[in-house]
DNA sequence: GCCAACGTTGGC
DNA sequence: GCCAACGTTGGC
């Protein structure tokens, strides 16, 4: 199983609607940077993200599970190859994991959060994804 | 093919 | 509100 890290503004798209919208999910839709979309063409069923709160709230703050691969994100323009995939709310953090927290932790140091802040899909190493876990209290 | 201008993202 | 990082656009 792989892990990544998703992101959204809470304005847009919060973890609480991404709760409200239960077990069918949501489109992760929008994606329009290269890298995001193989990222996105490279999660596979049952993969576990991180559902990141940029702006307002700056933290890792659930984990949602990719419930259908990627397939053409129909908001984008006709003719274009932008991707999408499917996920939907696994659970979340009993304690959010703020970007300070991964800031502050040196085996984070690393982390695609710090060093591409402004990729929208990144992928979580395997040592990474455990160590957020533990600092999010599960 | 280079690079300046500009728009967007996202932290502070 | 500011600004750094980065992607895109368009003139040359």
Not at 101 to 125: G, I, N
Request: charged share 25%; aromatic share 10%; with cysteine.
């Amino acid at each position: 199983m792989a892990y990544w890290l998703i992101k959204s503004e809470p304005s847009t798209w919060s973890w609480d609607q991404q709760v409200s919208a239960g077990e069918e999910g949501t489109f992760w839709d929008g994606v329009r940077n290269h890298l995001a979309k193989r990222h996105l063409a490279a999660m596979r069923l049952k993969d576990r993200a991180f559902f990141y709160h940029s702006n307002e709230g700056k933290a890792i703050i659930g984990v949602v599970e990719v419930i259908r691969e990627a397939f053409l994100d129909p908001t984008a323009e006709p003719g274009s190859l932008w991707l999408c995939v499917q996920v939907k709310a696994l659970s979340p953090l009993r304690r959010p994991v703020t970007l300070a927290t991964v800031k502050a932790e040196p085996r984070l140091a690393t982390m695609a959060l710090l060093k591409y802040s402004r990729l929208s899909v990144q992928s979580v190493t395997q040592d990474e994804w455990q160590i957020i876990e533990e600092l999010g209290g599960s």
